[in-house]
């Protein structure tokens, strides 16, 4: 059968019509109710009801409507609603261990803070005695250093006076016998003599006297 443009217009209602052979109104007798529409033979073109809004048919639609239903709700209670209701559960476990691990690994890491600042400060503590250890220990050294570095110089000092007060007292003594040396020649010079030694000592004694 070839479909053509004006037969493709035409309502399927219209090709089913088309197709159907024609009955007969001898093999059917008129008022003869269709066992599939529910209607009397003869009138499905007069009133021309579509099947599923045809009032005859409510109540198979109805019967057929609650089986349907009770399939479909069978259907929800016994498979699907049980499976969702699994993967909500099985999802809610694991938001559950999810939290109780990041709650535990929250404790932890504040253990681990608190363990760190407290290592951190004896860290410091012993830090800041070892410090003060070490400088009272410095200080003690520079102070032993410093008094050892002043007693050898009080030491040398006391030896540089000790030499000097020698070198002066030798230089005093050279300056009398120079003294007398000079006197002698210089008297030697005025009055042409020598004088003798203990008038020259006794002369320059009394001019250091003076």
Do not use: C
């Amino acid at each position: 059968m070839f479909v053509t443009p004006a037969s493709a217009e035409s309502t399927p209602f219209e090709i089913a019509q088309a197709e159907t052979p024609a009955v007969t109104h001898e093999a059917q007798p008129a008022g003869e109710v269709h066992t599939e529409t529910g209607v009397a033979h003869g009138d499905e073109h007069a009133t021309g009801v579509f099947p599923p809004f045809d009032q005859t048919t409510f109540a198979s639609q109805l019967l057929w409507l609650a089986i349907t239903f009770g399939l479909f709700y069978l259907l929800m209670s016994k498979v699907i609603v049980p499976r969702i209701g699994g993967i909500l559960e099985t999802r809610h476990d694991r938001i559950a261990q999810d939290l109780d691990e990041a709650a535990r690994l929250k404790a932890e890491a504040d253990a681990a803070i608190a363990a760190y600042e407290q290592d951190l400060a004896a860290a410091r503590a012993k830090g800041n005695a070892i410090a003060s250890a070490a400088r009272d220990e410095a200080k003690a050294k520079a102070d032993a250093e410093r008094a050892r570095t002043e007693a050898a110089l009080q030491e040398k000092i006391a030896g540089a006076e000790t030499r000097i007060a020698e070198i002066k007292a030798k230089a005093l003594a050279d300056v009398g016998s120079i003294a007398e040396e000079t006197a002698a020649a210089v008297v030697e010079q005025l009055i042409g003599a020598k004088a003798s030694e203990a008038e020259i000592s006794a002369a320059v004694k009394s001019a250091a006297g003076k």
